[in-house]
């Protein structure tokens, strides 16, 4: 472990730390061990910075739906019109929306933990929400949910499955869930 006196980003450095340490060990496999580690600082700083395990878990959570929310949005800048609505929803879920295989990981652990602990709902409400709110801009809000259910669920299809999932395919499906919702 490297001393350092002066480390501003030290708790910022923590919980890049513990996204890691999610991706890699699942919330279960978690310690405030393995985070100290990751982050290269005494065992001690977690303490002082965060007030248990859960509000560092959380406050990781936090920060990695924000930075995909981010990515999400950005997708669909320049849309103007419903071909290239379906095309950057194609991109988005051809793509696994930006993310990659560690990414996910932390969305589903978030997920699961979010079903076993009320307070993360919070979390992945905000970010549902913010996904809907890129969408609202093309189609309306019951459609929005629909397509980004269908974004996150292909996403997972994709992620999770043993073959190839074409792009082709993907267009198909979005080309023919988006319709002529456009506004």
Same mark, same amino acid.
């Given at each position: 472990?490297?001393?350092?006196?002066?480390?501003?980003?030290?708790?910022?450095?923590?919980?890049?730390?513990?996204?890691? $340490? &999610?991706? !890699?060990?699942?919330?279960? =496999?978690? @310690?405030? /061990?393995?985070?100290?580690?990751? #982050?290269?600082?005494? %065992?001690?700083?977690?303490?002082?910075?965060?007030?248990?395990?859960?509000?560092?878990?959380?406050?990781?959570?936090?920060?990695?739906?924000?930075?995909?929310? $981010? &990515?999400? !949005?950005?997708?669909?800048? =320049?849309? @103007?019109? /419903?071909?290239?609505?379906?095309? #950057?929803?194609?991109? %988005?879920?051809?793509?696994?929306?930006?993310?990659?295989?560690?990414?996910?990981?932390?969305?589903?652990?978030?997920?699961?933990?979010?079903?076993?602990?009320?307070?993360?709902? !919070?979390?992945?409400?905000?970010?549902?929400?913010?996904?809907?709110?890129?969408?609202?801009?093309?189609?309306?809000?019951?459609?929005?949910?629909?397509?980004?259910?269908?974004?996150?669920?292909?996403?997972?299809?994709?992620?999770?499955?043993?073959?190839?999932?074409?792009?082709?395919?993907?267009?198909?499906?979005?080309?023919?869930?988006?319709?002529?919702?456009?506004?």
């Amino acid at each position: 472990m490297t001393t350092r006196r002066h480390d501003p980003d030290r708790k910022d450095r923590i919980i890049d730390a513990a996204i890691e $340490v &999610i991706a !890699e060990h699942g919330v279960a =496999g978690t @310690t405030h /061990r393995l985070i100290a580690a990751a #982050a290269d600082v005494p %065992l001690g700083s977690l303490t002082y910075y965060f007030t248990g395990l859960e509000d560092l878990r959380a406050q990781a959570f936090l920060r990695h739906a924000r930075r995909m929310s $981010v &990515i999400y !949005e950005a997708s669909f800048e =320049g849309v @103007t019109c /419903r071909e290239q609505l379906i095309d #950057a929803v194609t991109d %988005l879920i051809d793509g696994d929306a930006g993310a990659s295989g560690p990414d996910w990981a932390v969305a589903y652990e978030l997920y699961l933990a979010a079903l076993r602990e009320p307070a993360l709902r !919070e979390i992945t409400e905000t970010w549902m929400r913010t996904s809907r709110a890129a969408l609202e801009r093309f189609v309306d809000p019951t459609t929005a949910r629909g397509i980004d259910a269908l974004i996150e669920g292909l996403v997972m299809h994709k992620t999770l499955s043993t073959g190839p999932v074409s792009r082709q395919d993907i267009r198909t499906v979005v080309e023919r869930v988006i319709g002529t919702a456009t506004t």
